[in-house]
T-cell receptor
């Protein structure tokens, strides 16, 4: 079974531009979460999608948005890029979400975004 | 609110020595706790998890962790370090009961010398 895939793996943008990152979850997984990893702030939760609806959101500005499609694939978008948005963006998928039991999150390799 | 503190951003051991990575948590709900490992330029791989039941949890690659509620700790151990264990390790707690979002510690880089 294929793992979580993220495209592109590397991306270079300039300040003010916008970017879209893509995540394909493991087949059959319906929940997708996004995390930002930086040396200073570590790993921080961005948002979680389940059945095409955002279910949880972390403490990030509105420039960060996402969506999930009917096939569970997810995209996240960052508008008006800032230097501080340079990070590794990780996507994780799980079978379902919450419900009183934990469903293991499987992480993709990440997209390395550099903002110049 | 949930939080995780990993004591020691960098731990160095010799090959064959005991590995001990420390993690303390704070949680307002029964905690689900995890240890993940990250190798350079890769995503996170789950080493082990505690949800309910037995407090000593065994994971992959010979790692184990013990959930101690009285100490709010979930330290990761391995009896004998191998060169291939060199990586960054993250302790995490489930953010809330409704979702699967994780709250991560800052990470501990493990170096293994021969």
């Amino acid at each position: 079974k294929a793992g979580v895939t993220q495209t592109p793996r590397y991306l270079i943008k300039t300040r003010g531009q916008q970017v879209t990152l893509s995540c394909s979850p493991i087949s059959g997984h319906r929940s997708v979460s996004w995390y930002q990893q930086t040396p200073g702030q570590g790993l921080q939760f961005l948002f979680e999608y389940f059945s095409e609806t955002q279910r949880n959101k972390g403490n990030f500005p509105g420039r960060f948005s996402g969506r999930q499609f009917s096939n569970s694939r997810s995209e996240m978008n960052v508008s008006t890029l800032e230097l501080g948005d340079s990070a590794l963006y990780l996507c994780a998928s799980s079978l379902v979400m919450g419900g009183g039991s934990y469903n293991e999150q499987f992480f993709g390799p990440g997209t390395r975004l550099t903002v110049l | 609110a949930q939080s995780v503190t990993q004591l020691g951003s960098h731990v160095s051991v010799s090959e064959g020595a005991l590995v001990l990575l420390r993690c303390n948590y704070s949680s307002s709900v029964p905690p689900y706790l995890f240890w993940y490992v990250q190798y350079p330029n890769q995503g996170l791989q789950l080493l082990l998890k505690y949800t309910t039941g037995a407090t000593l949890v065994k994971g992959i690659n010979g790692f184990e962790a013990e959930f101690k509620k009285s100490e709010t700790s979930f330290h990761l151990t391995k009896p004998s370090a191998h060169m291939s264990d060199a990586a960054e390790y993250f302790c995490a707690v489930r953010g809330n009961q409704a979702g699967t979002a994780l709250i991560f510690g800052k990470g501990t880089t493990l170096s293994v010398s021969s």
